[in-house]
């Protein structure tokens, strides 16, 4: 089993009282990590569920009560520095480990000091994969992504090939960034890649962290034997009617292509961002 000490988990909190009580419920009874080790951060909740967290978890649970919300980056700034342990998991509150094997990370980043983070294969209730690791955005991929071309050949492919879906899940691999959730991340490699950039309110500030330990010479992967069950409610990708949620993600891509380019087709291999 993993030393409980060794990693701290961050749960960004925004109205989701009864996803963040079961996620904190569910790491406990797996007996995967210590309860001050868990360190949830209420984002100015306005429904009054930060207040209700107060009242409901263990009192040994970090509770975190922002006095602004400054988005998800934020949040996890706040949990990350409210720890000290060697390394850091971000979970989304609608994500839990489908078993208590948190250790296999742990061991493998131990055997792989090159390695500065490995996302959890995400899966959905049902089981089936969710495609959490992929490579860094083209032009391309992002109007396919928003289209229905996604479903036509040869656009399928191409979607297919952003979303890593052909690639073995036998082994760790090497990608160019993993979702923001059921991510764990060294925390001296975090410190060195500058944490969150705090500049996204939300999305892409995960491909933006990935890209940073990038150029600091570590290695991102994906860890297919250690997954993790994400009830995903997507607000961004599943609809093609034009909501907030798109204009968010659109204002939050064009500051990583400001950033590190955002080139018309993908190129082969790991993408070296600038």
């Known amino acids: 089993m993993v030393d409980s ?149 040869p656009f399928n492919r191409l979607n297919r090939s952003h979303l890593l879906m052909d690639h073995p899940r036998t082994a760790p691999f090497d990608v160019d960034w993993v979702m923001g959730t059921g991510l764990i991340v060294r925390r001296d490699v975090f410190e060195q890649a500058g944490a969150m950039d705090e500049s996204y309110f939300l999305y892409m500030d995960d491909v933006d962290l990935c890209a940073r330990i990038h150029r600091h010479g570590y290695r991102v992967q994906l860890l297919p034997a250690v997954r993790f069950i994400h009830d995903h409610r997507r607000q961004s990708g599943g609809s093609l009617r034009w909501t907030r949620a798109h204009s968010m993600h659109l204002k939050s891509l064009k500051l990583f292509a400001k950033r590190y380019g955002l080139p018309l087709f993908q190129r082969p291999g790991i993408r070296k961002v600038r």
Do not use: W
């Not at 792989?112 to 983070?117: A, F, I």
């Open 5 to 153: 000490a060794r990693v701290d988990i961050v749960i960004v909190h925004y109205k989701t009282y009864d996803d963040t009580m079961k996620c904190v419920t569910r790491l406990l009874e797996q007996g995967q990590v210590r309860p001050q080790n868990i360190h949830v951060v209420d984002n100015l909740s306005p429904d009054g569920s930060g207040q209700r967290l107060k009242d409901s978890l263990p009192p040994d649970v970090d509770l975190i009560l922002s006095p602004t919300n400054g988005g998800f980056g934020s949040g996890v700034n706040i949990g990350a520095r409210a720890g000290t342990a060697p390394y850091i998991l971000v979970l989304n509150p609608d994500c839990v480990p489908e078993t208590a094997n948190l250790h296999i990370a742990l061991t493998y980043l131990d055997a792989h000091p090159d390695v500065g983070l490995v996302g959890a294969e995400l899966i959905n209730p049902d089981g089936s994969l969710q495609y959490s690791a992929r490579t860094f955005y083209s032009a391309l991929d992002v109007a396919v992504r928003r289209s229905p071309l996604k479903r036509l050949f």
